[in-house]
């Protein structure tokens, strides 16, 4: 475990997690997508809603080939931010 020993190495480390509990929160997007069939379910217009921000300016990048690879892209982008933001530890 990382343990940050300046203001600077708490603020990352305050970053890292934010950004690991924003790819678990679209890892579960993907999974209420295939779960719930009703466009107006609280749980998937929340996670749509705290998602979309991230996701749609990857899918307006990457062309559309029937499969939405965006949550996939955006879990390896926030996933290489993450490696970037603990090597300034």
């Known amino acids: 475990m990382i343990l ?22 679209i890892l579960l997007r993907v999974l209420a997508s295939w779960i719930i069939r009703d466009p107006y379910n609280q749980i998937y217009h929340f996670l749509f809603n705290i998602t979309e921000p991230v996701l749609a300016p990857i899918r307006r990048i990457i ?9 996939i892209i955006a879990y390896f982008l926030l996933s290489l931010l993450t490696r970037i933001l603990i090597s300034l530890i």
Request: proline fraction near 10%; hydrophobic fraction near 50%.
């Open 4 to 25: 940050p020993t300046t203001l600077t190495g708490s603020v990352i480390f305050f970053l890292v997690r934010i950004i690991q509990v924003y790819n678990i929160l």
């Open 63 to 71: 062309p559309a080939v029937g499969v939405d690879f965006s949550p």
